[in-house]
């Protein structure tokens, strides 16, 4: 229940870890006109997907602390126009990851380093962003498709390496003078 609430538009949701609002009827909105009568509301919600699986490094060791999300592809091939799901998960000490709360629909997962080197590091290469089943290259990633409440395990890659550059120059103003103190970002 919600009391005191002022006059206006409101859209009432819900989230339950392994499960999605119903579309069309699980995010109702309601108006309140300040009469002071309540409103009484059900909120519907599904049973998700999951996707399941381990994440390894190049040479077959499990990564821990490796963010693993789950990209929603609708009829589309580029990475830009891709859905990203709200549910993400994050590796265990096994390498194991299970992203839960998903609509049915087609997918890639796709693992993220976050900060620094997760494998052992070597000079000039880092751990990138990896879309299943192991590829730098979202065209070429496997997509998953499965329906309600259904889990599809086994998903388990290889984080992919790629090479690191160095980039440097000078901070100049609009006159051509260097910039001592500028911050710089890439």
Not at 69 to 79: I, K, M
Not at 87 to 113: F, H
């Amino acid at each position: 229940a919600f009391t005191a609430l002022r006059p206006g538009s409101y859209r009432l949701g819900t989230n339950k870890l392994g499960f999605f609002p119903t579309l069309g009827v699980g995010m109702p909105s309601v108006t309140l006109a300040g009469s002071g009568e309540g409103v009484n509301f059900e909120l519907t919600m599904s049973k998700g997907g999951a996707l399941a699986g381990r994440v390894l490094d190049q040479s077959g060791r499990l990564l821990k602390d490796v963010w693993v999300g789950a990209l929603r592809v609708v009829g589309l091939t580029e990475l830009e126009q891709a859905i990203p799901s709200v549910a993400v998960a994050r590796t265990n000490d096994l390498g194991e990851y299970r992203v839960e709360s998903l609509q049915p629909g087609q997918y890639v997962v796709v693992a993220n380093p976050g900060h620094g080197p997760i494998g052992p590091a070597a000079r000039g290469i880092t751990d990138s962003r990896t879309f299943f089943p192991g590829t730098l290259d979202f065209a070429r990633a496997q997509s998953v498709t499965f329906g309600p409440a259904q889990t599809v395990a086994g998903l388990d890659f290889k984080m992919v390496t790629a090479p690191t550059f160095e980039v440097s120059g000078i901070a100049v103003d609009a006159a051509g003078h260097a910039l001592s103190g500028a911050v710089v970002a890439l």
